[in-house]
């Protein structure tokens, strides 16, 4: 069984910082790929960071400069570091883990508001 666990979600002013951490755990010998997601009410889920197995990395054209994604592969573990949030990252986040290019899994999600 594979359980992604998401945290560091919360309240920032606009121009402030969040971290997001993804931990992926269970009977798995590698993650293919990790993104993060959100969706803000009344909006499709969307893309905003993705990290492959390759290490390779790309962003929501929005977030591009302002958000990174990194690893630590023994951990299991994906960051998300928010910088310069907007109102408009406003949204719960989710991770989702690829073990395979055709089988992965969510975390439960993790909310984010930015406003002042």
């Known amino acids: 069984q594979v359980q992604v666990v998401e945290s560091g979600g919360g309240w920032v002013q606009p121009g402030g910082s969040l971290r997001l951490s993804c931990t992926v755990s269970?009977?798995?010998?590698?993650?293919?790929?990790v993104g993060w997601y959100r969706q803000a009410p009344g909006n499709e889920r969307e893309l905003v960071a993705v990290i492959m197995s390759s290490g390779s990395t790309n962003y929501k054209p929005s977030v591009k400069g302002r958000f990174t994604i990194s690893r630590d592969v023994d951990k299991k573990t994906v960051w998300l570091q928010m910088n310069s949030l907007k109102p408009e990252d406003t949204a719960v986040y989710y991770c989702?883990?690829?073990?395979?290019?055709?089988?992965?899994?969510w975390g439960q999600g993790t909310q984010v508001t930015v406003s002042s």
């Open positions: 269970g009977s798995i010998f590698r993650v293919y790929a």
């Open positions: 989702k883990a690829a073990v395979t290019p055709t089988e992965d899994y």
